[in-house]
């Protein structure tokens, strides 16, 4: 088995979507992202996890502008 040592630069390439190009001896290994998104979550709870921030942040300011402005106050009619 052949193993390839990436560097947090290069594991950061990945995750944001550009390849990384590894030599091994007198051949190139690319190295990319899937094109398919996984079906389910991790298994496995992950000290480090990878997010879409610019994805959540718009999510988040969707959420909070859909609902009127005394919404959560209540008892209000």
């Known amino acids: ?3 390839f040592i990436l560097s947090e630069a ?3 390439s990945i995750i944001n ?3 990384v190009i590894k ?6 290994i ?16 992950d000290k480090f996890e990878v ?4 994805t959540e942040e ?5 959420r909070l502008d859909s609902f009127p402005p005394n919404f959560f106050q209540g008892g209000q009619a």
Do not use: C, W
């Open 30 to 45: 690319l190295i990319r992202q899937s094109y398919v998104k996984d079906l389910a979550a991790p298994m496995i709870k």
């Open 58 to 62: 718009f999510l988040k300011s969707v």
């Open 23 to 28: 030599k091994d001896g007198d051949s190139y």
């Open 10 to 12: 290069d594991v950061q």
């Open 17 to 19: 979507g550009r390849d």
């Open 51 to 54: 997010h879409n921030a610019e």
């Open 1 to 3: 088995m052949r193993t």
